[in-house]
């Protein structure tokens, strides 16, 4: 019966692979080794009494038959070595104090598997409310969701629950996990996915309520949706507009943001946001050429924006960045002269172009409050005014 040589991986690399050795050897668990890009294993076996050597011989499983390998001779009862992931046997031969040769073992078999990094990218449905018999069944999309793998419903007390079912898909994108109700007390849960060779990950956002307790909602790191709004100032920073508005900032204007979360990976979410914003421009000015003289305008914005959003502390804290264009409006620009009146000046759609950071802190349930600064630039022919917009909004997951 074959037994397993459990070897050692290499952190360091940007994707790990870890390697499973099957044959009668047996592993040291308690050494790590790192060596560049290579993964070193440790292949050992009982000691023997009178020994002056051991010969170690692997060869490689290739179509047109085996290959050597290693050949090498050793004082020690193992060897360190560094296999990719093939068929292969091997055998050791003992060699005496005298250094005469015993009888070589047969060959046993060896295997060298990859083993594969589990991500999970979503888990839905979010919230059960369990009202019946009917078994909990949680679907699961990600990668690496294998037919070994080992999936458990992980509770906040950290007690890891075991499925009566997992149904794996061939492409190991799509796996379905089923419960009996029985199994899963009220509380919030994650999924925990555990590949052979140790690689595992975690995906919180669960909730299971029972009976006719109060219905959860859906954790705040499942919301799709969100919409904000508040006050934002804008700040011009450079020159082009000063001989009408000279001014250091406008501090009156509203921010508003819709955004959706389309793409969940474990580095993050991707979606669309939109974007519009007005804001109130006036100045007065009074001058030995036109004497008094006031000019006041409407800015009012729409962007269309692609969205990467990072979560922490189980999505209570986001960190959104949306970049994108669209057109600006100078509604209502009106210039003021003294002894010429009221007259209109030019108005018009401008194209524009923008990046925006914000910080949402959720405060309680799905009510947020943001903070973040949008730059952008107007695309006018002539010049290219910017501005820096700071705001200030609250606002709501769903």
Known sequence: MENYLYKFFLKKSIFPVFLIICGNLFANPDVEYYQKSQIVQRLSWPAENDVFSYEIEIEKKEPNGWTPVVSEKTVEPYIELSLESAEYRYRVTVYDLLGRKRPSADWSSLRVLQALQPEVYSVSPGLFHIEDDQPVNIKITGKNLIKNSRIFLVSSEGKNIEPDKFSPEKNSEKAEISFDKNKLVSGSYAVKVSNPGG??????????????????????????????????????????FARYFDMPF?????????SYRLFS????????????????LSAEHNDDL??????????????????YEAQFFNGRLRLDARIGGGLTFLADLRLFINEIGQRESLAGWIPRANALISVDFFVFNAFYVEAGVEFFMLFTGEALPIYLRPSVCVGWAF
């Not at 909730?207 to 799709?224: F, L, Q, R, T, Y």
């Not at 003289?293 to 009012?300: F, G, Q």
């Open 199 to 240: 690689l595992e990950t975690l995906k919180p956002g669960i909730v299971i309520n029972h009976g006719k307790e109060a219905k959860g909602e859906i954790p705040v790191s499942d919301k799709k949706f969100s919409l904000s709004q508040g006050w934002g100032m804008l700040i011009p920073l450079n020159a082009i």
């Open 290 to 307: 036109n004497g008094y003289w006031s000019v006041s305008a409407h800015m009012i914005s729409i962007s269309f924006n692609i969205l």
């Open 265 to 280: 990976f474990r580095f993050g979410k991707f979606g669309l946001d939109l974007s519009p914003s007005w804001s109130y």
């Open 250 to 258: 406008s501090p009156i204007g509203i921010d508003m943001h819709l």
